[in-house]
């Protein structure tokens, strides 16, 4: 039943996408096509991009976090300036997690999702240098996420 109300709110949306400045904020996006019955939930697609960005922090990996993100993606360049600053301290984050509050899809297709999301941090300690300090738990934060199916993973292209 979640699944037929996603497609249906897909499809809803995708007909929205004609207002003009909803995506057009980097220029021109591709053209949306309908969401296929088995493409993940944008709550899934979410929590294994988190997975993936918390063990790139965990490793102190650039090259990993850089994999996560669209090419020329402002994001990823900002994300990863702060863990270089991170680990040149000797530091690394580990158990970094988001609380997804709230996730709404505003487009949708096979390969690609705009999403409204709130989260905030829930987990995360700072580890090395003979510290393990607990971080602290940040407020709710609303932005709109765009993401692009590159090589089969999903990766982010925009936040706004």
Known sequence: ???????????????????????????????????AAEAPTARAVLAEWDRRRSAAWAAGDPGALARLYAPGSAAG????AMLERWTRRGLVVEDLRL??????VLAASVDHLVLRVTDRVTGGRAVGNGLDLRLPQDGPSTRRLTLVRRGGEWVVAKVV
């Open 1 to 35: 039943m979640r699944r037929l109300v996603l497609l249906l709110l897909s499809v809803l949306l995708t007909a929205a996408l004609v207002v003009p400045g909803v995506l057009l904020a980097d220029g021109p996006s591709p053209p949306l096509r309908p969401v």
């Open 77 to 80: 360049r900002h994300d990863r």
């Open 99 to 104: 609380d997804l509050l709230s996730v709404d």
